[in-house]
């Protein structure tokens, strides 16, 4: 792993050409006490209870579940760990999943937003992070996917609203549009959030919705500063990092770790702080490459490079 | 292959909560003579010369070749096979690339990309598309590279123009942000145009550049029917066509065949066409798998899947 944060650390500045002002760093380190565990950058390594007792260990401050692994413990069970730990839950991951072929699927997904809203209440999380599906098995009707997405927010808001738990929705890269997520931009999610929770009087939005950034999902998008801008800071409810990697060799399970790939996280970090985030830092790596390693070793480099690299 | 283009042809009307407005097919089956063969879609089968014949057993009337393949046969002998079959050259793959780590390596490419302009003209292609070209070894600089692409094309428009070739913005998928093409969206690909060429008293751009619209890079845009309407129809200078698979087994060489993915192509033709674009429709098809099959199958197959299924 190179000191200088991978391929660009040790670049030396260009000058004259480019226009650096969406691509200032953030201007210090972050601070060690936002970093975030979620429990997919660890999954194959570890069960719940190891990764809580692995964040102790490790001076990390939050956790995110996915809810596999809160499953095989409990939500009840977890959610006196984690405050046997002092963890703050930065989000459950996951619910959405709403497209399906018929009403039945549909409310099958419904039901099971709900679920993960109770879930996310128990262990007192932050947000519920949706990732939001694709296209039905059987469809190309990706409008209709998209409607069937924003009906299926709206079917659960009111809940979510009354256990206090936030939904944030996770845009996710284009690439996963036919088979996990049809919200592929910070645009999209919000206009979403706008037409299922208008700003209140005074031009404040509830609170009640707003939007995951991971900077794996976003990091390409010409129109991310303006987004950003758009989603300051009440709808900006968790912010994910890791690395694009190149080449990336399989588009789900060869994410990098920060500093190993091309996104320029510190100056990402500068713009989502830059509009009032003030919330966790969460690594989430899904890698069989990294699965592979020891997961104290995982724990141990992803903190450096938080520090130094995002 | 599915008698019903794929996945979705079976698929039964859902109605009630799809916005179908943006997802209207194509009135009719596209006219035959508007396909063109890209030579990516059988590059490893055969040679430019064995490929310009081919569309004439075919009946193929439109030919877009790769530069490496046009290098072989060498541009003038190209051109005089190609009258001789009476093709349309609807594009020449490819310019472009303009970023580099070194003022240098920019040079070199601006001046690949005149003499790409120069094949374009000798062969009497409709455009020469650019596939703009990624972040530069060792960089993390995305607004640097994007702007490296604006110079590069700003100084190569004025040669293209007297040579009486447009230019043709291809974007990318985003998935290919880093290391193929930094311009990822239809409107990113659009703004760049409208700076270097500004609209003509009247409201009418020159038509010295515009945008190659792939489906394949730009079927996930939730912006995509308004980016559309805004290029219509003087910036639309080609259309190409394949299928997004599901699943996607590698990022570049693993694209479908019309009717074979999720990628609703009547509905795409009908807003391009809807938008005044009456050019060719490319079938440009990277793929293992039908790279191993024998080419004129796969041209009987893509002739009847652009009546069929696009």
Not at 63 to 88: S, V, Y
């Amino acid at each position: 792993m190179s000191a200088a944060c991978g391929p660009g650390g040790a670049d030396e500045p260009r000058g004259g050409i480019a226009d650096r002002a969406a691509a200032q760093p953030a201007s210090a380190p972050p601070p060690a006490e936002r970093l975030s565990l979620n429990t997919a950058t660890v999954r194959e390594q570890w069960n719940l209870r190891q990764m809580i007792e692995a964040c102790g260990r490790h001076g990390i401050r939050g956790i995110a579940p996915w809810r596999d692994k809160l499953d095989e413990l409990g939500a009840a069970q977890a959610a006196r760990l984690l405050r046997q730990h002092d963890l703050t839950v930065s989000g459950l991951c996951r619910g959405g999943m709403f497209p399906a072929a018929d009403a039945a699927g549909r409310r099958a997904a419904i039901d099971d937003n709900r679920r993960a809203i109770d879930d996310a209440a128990t262990i007192g999380a932050r947000c519920l992070v949706l990732v939001v599906g694709g296209i039905p098995a059987g469809s190309k009707d990706l409008p209709g996917a998209r409607q069937m997405v924003i009906d299926g927010i709206a079917a659960v808001l009111d809940h979510a609203r009354e256990s206090g738990v936030p939904l944030a929705i996770e845009p996710l890269h284009p690439m996963y549009c036919a088979d996990r997520a049809c919200v592929n931009t910070l645009d999209q999610a919000l206009d979403i959030c706008d037409v299922l929770d208008p700003h209140l009087a005074g031009g404040r939005p509830s609170g009640a919705i707003g939007v995951a950034v991971d900077a794996y999902h976003v990091w390409w998008d010409p129109n991310l500063p303006r987004a950003l801008e758009r989603a300051r800071p009440e709808r900006l409810l968790a912010y994910h990092i890791c690395d694009w990697l190149v080449p990336t060799t399989d588009l789900l399970l060869d994410r990098g770790m920060m500093g190993d790939g091309v996104i320029d996280l510190p100056a990402l970090r500068g713009m989502v702080e830059g509009h009032g985030y003030r919330g966790f830092h969460e690594v989430e790596i899904l890698s069989t490459r990294w699965w592979r390693r020891d997961p104290d070793e995982v724990l141990r480099i992803a903190r450096e490079r938080h520090l130094r690299c995002s």
